[in-house]
């Protein structure tokens, strides 16, 4: 009885080791077709390539012994030396009295709106109307600001923030009459403290509510400059005109803020910088 079982056994043993070697043999004969034939495929067609470029590139010399070489005639252009030209001293001086004469149209109107803050305020005045005074040297600065700068430039601080969010103030209140809704006060001051002073300051000199600061309203305040730019650019986009304040403590301008129409900086000197950064 064990000896049929074992006969058994080594029966169904030989047998799986006869199937295992017939897959096998299937194995390998397919391995061989596969990569064996791909490799000739491959190989016959890396030998066209190659026949093909020698022989495009014996068609290339041929054709280029064959071309005829022109001398090209030298032409000698007059140099921009040889050019009159205007010296940069005049160049400078007619760019100065354009961009003076930016406001020029205005000026009458503008002149008789600084006379107008010189006087007694008015504390009753419509929103958007100053309903604080200047005095002389604020007067100066406005001047100097529209009729020699053109409304583009730097002016010094007038030593206080609360000096400068006035002459701000008159600066929106005449833009306001000459623009009419057209345009937008964007205010860059860097740190949330100078940003409330400006909003406070503004609201009180102009007669405004919370609702008119804000990005679909007249003022808009800004930490970032870049985000400042890209405000004005939507602005300009639009068709309209976006005027920029910057603080006093603000180091720098932006260079991108160099390309806008209407800009005005501060610029604190060193005391006033000195006791800004003391209170943050």
Same mark, same amino acid.
């Given at each position: 009885? #064990? &000896?049929?079982? /074992?006969? +058994?056994?080594?029966? %169904? =043993? @030989?047998?799986?080791?006869?199937?295992?070697?017939?897959?096998? $043999?299937?194995?390998?004969?397919?391995?061989?077709?596969?990569?064996?034939?791909?490799?000739?495929?491959?190989?016959?067609?890396?030998?066209?390539?190659?026949?093909?470029?020698?022989? #495009? &590139?014996?068609? /290339?010399? +041929?054709?280029?012994? %064959? =071309? @005829?070489?022109?001398?090209?005639?030298?032409?000698?252009?007059? $140099?921009?030396?040889?050019?009159?030209?205007?010296?940069?001293?005049?160049?400078?001086?007619?760019?100065?009295?354009?961009?003076?004469?930016?406001?020029?149209?205005?000026?009458?109107?503008?002149?008789?709106? /600084?006379? +107008?803050?010189?006087? %007694?305020?008015?504390?009753?005045?419509?929103?958007?109307?100053?309903?604080? $005074?200047?005095?002389?040297?604020?007067?100066?600065?406005?001047?100097?600001?529209?009729?020699?700068?053109?409304?583009?430039?730097?002016?010094?601080?007038?030593?206080?923030?609360?000096?400068?969010?006035?002459?701000?103030?008159?600066?929106?209140?005449?833009?306001?009459?000459?623009?009419?809704?057209?345009?937008?006060?964007?205010?860059?001051?860097?740190?949330?403290?100078?940003?409330?002073?400006?909003?406070?300051?503004?609201?009180?000199?102009?007669?405004?509510?919370?609702?008119?600061?804000?990005?679909?309203?007249?003022?808009?305040?800004?930490?970032?400059?870049?985000?400042?730019?890209?405000?004005?650019?939507?602005?300009?986009?639009?068709?309209?005109?976006?005027?920029?304040?910057?603080?006093?403590?603000?180091?720098?301008?932006?260079?991108?803020?160099?390309?806008?129409?209407?800009?005005?900086?501060?610029?604190?000197?060193?005391?006033?910088?000195?006791?800004?950064?003391?209170?943050?």
């Amino acid at each position: 009885m #064990a &000896l049929t079982e /074992l006969q +058994q056994h080594r029966d %169904q =043993l @030989e047998a799986e080791i006869k199937d295992l070697s017939n897959r096998k $043999s299937q194995l390998e004969k397919e391995l061989s077709s596969s990569f064996a034939g791909q490799s000739d495929a491959i190989a016959r067609r890396v030998k066209g390539f190659q026949d093909y470029l020698t022989g #495009a &590139l014996q068609d /290339l010399a +041929q054709s280029v012994e %064959q =071309l @005829e070489l022109v001398v090209q005639p030298v032409v000698v252009q007059p $140099s921009p030396l040889d050019q009159p030209k205007s010296t940069p001293e005049a160049g400078a001086q007619d760019n100065a009295l354009a961009v003076a004469d930016t406001f020029k149209p205005d000026e009458s109107l503008i002149r008789e709106c /600084l006379e +107008q803050f010189l006087s %007694q305020p008015d504390f009753y005045a419509d929103p958007w109307k100053l309903r604080r $005074s200047l005095d002389p040297r604020d007067k100066e600065l406005l001047e100097d600001w529209f009729f020699n700068q053109g409304g583009r430039g730097a002016q010094p601080s007038r030593n206080s923030r609360t000096r400068n969010i006035l002459v701000a103030a008159a600066l929106i209140a005449i833009l306001g009459e000459l623009y009419g809704d057209r345009f937008q006060s964007l205010v860059l001051a860097g740190e949330p403290e100078r940003l409330g002073e400006w909003r406070r300051g503004l609201q009180d000199a102009l007669g405004l509510a919370r609702e008119d600061f804000g990005p679909s309203s007249g003022i808009v305040l800004f930490e970032r400059g870049e985000a400042l730019v890209e405000r004005a650019d939507r602005l300009e986009e639009r068709g309209e005109v976006p005027l920029i304040l910057i603080d006093a403590a603000q180091r720098s301008v932006e260079i991108p803020v160099l390309q806008f129409p209407l800009w005005l900086a501060f610029a604190a000197g060193p005391q006033e910088r000195f006791e800004d950064e003391e209170l943050l």
